[in-house]
């Protein structure tokens, strides 16, 4: 894809790793999203609506003007945009509906700031300042890391992860 402009190149990465994430989830068998490697670690479930939330805190935050992530702690913004509990799916293809259409709404937020919004800086959790645009490249590396967990939960059910799938030329 041609991209115009520095944002929508970051959108696109994020849409891929996105996509990533969605590939990998779906490798796994619908009765083991609660699957967990160790107590006390992640469900897949759990690694999902996480990275939803984040990214609807990450989006939420980028697009206000106003916005600055000293402002509360990180549970703080989890419960002011995160996925209320009760709206949470229980089920593999729920978890792929929500990663999709957070990913949409998202990523309409941070286009509707546009790029010299994103350049505009934001304060960081440690206080340090960055653009907004170098914040989404943090999300991006965020969703690419949580990915390689879920393939590594992948291998840990039996399955081939997604990406392996495709560098092999079966995906």
């Known amino acids: ?8 190149e970051a959108l696109d990465a ?5 996509r990533g994430v969605i590939a990998e989830l779906r490798c796994v068998p ?6 967990r490697p160790a107590e ?15 990214a609807l805190m990450w989006c939420g935050e ?3 003007p106003a916005g600055d992530f000293t402002r509360k702690s990180f549970p703080g913004f989890i419960r ?26 998202g990523a309409r937020q941070l286009r509707d700031t ?3 919004g994103m350049l505009q800086t934001i304060r960081r959790f440690d206080g340090e300042l960055w ?6 490249q943090h999300g991006i590396a965020h969703e690419e890391y949580h990915r390689g967990q879920l393939a590594l939960y992948v291998r840990l059910l039996g399955k081939t992860p997604a990406l392996t799938k495709l560098i092999e030329g079966g995906g």
């Open 62 to 64: 980028l697009s206000d």
């Open 80 to 105: 002011e945009y995160g996925t209320p509990k009760k709206e949470r799916p229980g089920d593999k293809a729920g978890l792929v509906r929500l990663l999709r259409s957070t990913h949409t709404q």
């Open 30 to 35: 619908a009765g083991q999203i609660d699957f």
């Open 114 to 116: 546009g790029e010299v």
């Open 40 to 54: 006390g670690a992640q469900s897949v479930a759990g690694i999902a609506q996480h990275i939803v939330d984040t």
């Open 14 to 18: 994020w849409a891929d790793a996105r």
């Open 131 to 136: 653009t907004r645009l170098a914040w989404l």
């Open 1 to 8: 894809m041609s991209t115009t402009s520095l944002l929508e």
